[in-house]
């Protein structure tokens, strides 16, 4: 069974950096596009960055220039270093993936558990 794994979130300070990382486990599958989410109290979850498998990104207005997205692939990770993070940031951050679980089966988007990001003085 596929999972996604999120590590790196926390408590930062205005103008801060965190990086987040996001690990897919199992065996036999095949990734696509991988991305961030993000999804703050009382608000819709929004796409954060994306990134294809021949690194090509694509970002929220909100974070250009401040967030970048970057993957291994030969490591089945996705990473998002955050950096000049403003207090509007703070959200649950979540990994996603378009994985084929087995191979030839169709593309699924998988989800991981969520990491807090908090950016507070």
């Known amino acids: 069974q596929v999972q996604l794994v999120e590590s790196g979130g926390g408590l930062v300070q205005p103008g801060g950096s965190l990086r987040l990382s996001c690990a897919a486990s199992?065996?036999?599958?095949?990734?696509?596009?991988m991305g961030w989410y993000r999804q703050a109290p009382g608000k819709e979850r929004e796409l954060v960055a994306s990134?294809?498998?021949?690194?090509?990104?694509n970002y929220a207005d909100s974070v250009k220039g401040r967030f970048t997205i970057s993957r291994d692939n030969a490591k089945n990770t996705v990473y998002l270093q955050m950096n000049s993070l403003k207090p509007e940031d703070t959200a649950v951050y979540y990994c996603?993936?378009?994985?084929?679980?087995?191979?030839?089966?169709?593309?699924?988007?998988?989800w991981g558990q969520g990491t807090q990001v908090t950016v507070s003085s």
């Open positions: 990134i294809t498998p021949r690194s090509s990104t």
């Open positions: 199992g065996s036999g599958f095949s990734i696509n596009t």
């Open positions: 996603a993936a378009a994985i084929s679980p087995v191979f030839g089966s169709r593309y699924g988007t998988y």
